[in-house]
């Protein structure tokens, strides 16, 4: 089993910048890709960025497009998510997950692993 924890949320200002890191270990070595979701009390999940394995290819949701940035170390075993130009809108609880398969829009579609999830409050 693959466990990943999140770090790295807090508080940030409107317009601030914040960025996240998931560390995941237990993993058989496997190509797996990883990916960020956020959840707001009493809204349904929303799928926020996706990467390959490789780290070549990135799917973005359309609420974080131009915005957010996810990239990985595969020799860390650490993902992170790059948050600039924040909005109040833009918090909940940011949650790290995983997928078996490689590539970038897999781990929206196909989750396998989850993290307890990190708060990022944005608020002036």
């Known amino acids: 089993q693959v466990q990943l924890v999140e770090s790295g949320g807090g508080l940030v200002q409107p317009g601030g910048s914040l960025r996240l890191a998931c560390s995941a270990s237990?993993?058989?070595?496997?190509?797996?890709?990883m990916g960020w979701f956020r959840q707001a009390p009493g809204k349904e999940r929303e799928f926020v960025a996706g990467?390959?394995?490789?780290?070549?290819?990135?799917y973005y949701g359309d609420s974080v497009k131009d915005r957010f940035t996810i990239s990985r170390e595969n020799a860390k075993n650490t993902a992170y998510l790059q948050m600039n130009s924040l909005r109040p809108e833009d918090t909940a609880v940011y949650s790290c997950?995983?997928?078996?398969?490689?590539?970038?829009?897999?781990?929206?579609?196909?989750?396998?692993?989850w993290g307890q999830g990190t708060q990022v409050t944005v608020s002036s």
């Open positions: 990467i390959s394995w490789s780290g070549g290819s990135t």
């Open positions: 997950a995983a997928s078996t398969s490689e590539a970038a829009r897999a781990v929206k579609m196909f989750p396998d692993y």
């Open positions: 237990g993993g058989t070595g496997s190509p797996y890709s």
